[in-house]
């Protein structure tokens, strides 16, 4: 069965700092892959996504990913943190013409002290 | 634009108690979905449906019964809500085929007592 692992649950970060989440994914097939990102008390909102093409995705707020289908992977960057960063994200993996059905990690946790 | 619209936003039962958690699209999606997001366990799949008429089970089904008549409602049926129940419930909807992403409902925060 398909799985996404991300591997950190809780990551705390002084602003300025840099983050790098990790996700990693089973399945090795054609897959759409996503970032989603959750801020207290509020909805699932899309960060960025990945079809095809370059592997070097940016997405909104400065967050980028890469995708490496070698390593079945898809981390996501953002140089520079800021408080308003602090929120839940979660990584989302979609198998290509197999209908809808999206497959998430488990999420991280990011606390961005100011 | 309403995109996914959910309700209620919160609702608090008794163990027992049966309710309807409300999902709409207005973008024509074949594929709608519902996840329940429990903390450390990300979001998982309850069920999910490819069109009017078809519906099919996810990682977590048990507890919950789903219908689909028409393209745009996708509700979520508790029979006799559970304590385990509680739960943040999120639908979602897109098109089936590839390189579409999803859209999500604004929740729906599920508490059973």
């Known amino acids: 069965a398909q799985s996404v692992s991300q591997h950190n649950h809780h990551v705390i970060l002084s602003e300025a700092a840099s983050l790098e989440l990790g996700c990693n994914y089973s399945?090795?097939?054609?897959?759409?892959l996503f970032w989603y990102v959750q801020y207290p008390g509020q909805h699932l909102q899309l960060l960025l996504k990945y079809f095809s093409g370059d592997p070097l995705v940016k997405g909104i707020k400065g967050f980028e990913a890469e995708f490496i289908k070698s390593k079945f992977s898809f981390n996501l960057r953002k140089p520079s943190v800021q408080w308003s960063d602090t929120a839940e994200y979660f990584c989302?993996?979609?198998?290509?013409?197999?209908?809808?059905?999206?497959?998430f990690g488990q999420g991280t946790e990011l606390s961005v002290k100011p | 634009n309403a995109g996914v619209t959910q309700t209620p936003k919160f609702q608090v039962l008794k163990t027992g108690q049966s309710m309807t958690l409300q999902c709409a699209q207005d973008?024509?999606?074949?594929?709608m979905s519902w996840y329940r997001q429990d903390p450390g366990m990300g979001l998982r799949l309850i069920h999910y449906s490819v069109g009017a008429g078809i519906t099919d089970q996810g990682e977590v089904p048990n507890g919950y019964n789903v219908s689909r008549s028409t393209t745009e409602d996708f509700p979520l049926r508790l029979l006799s809500a559970a304590p385990s129940q509680t739960s943040v419930y999120f639908c979602a909807s897109t098109m089936a085929g590839g390189d579409t992403e999803a859209f999500f409902g604004q929740g729906t925060r599920l508490t059973v007592v």
């Open positions: 989302a993996v979609k198998v290509y013409n197999q209908g809808g059905k999206l497959i």
């Open positions: 973008m024509n999606h074949e594929y």
């Open positions: 399945y090795g097939g054609t897959v759409n």
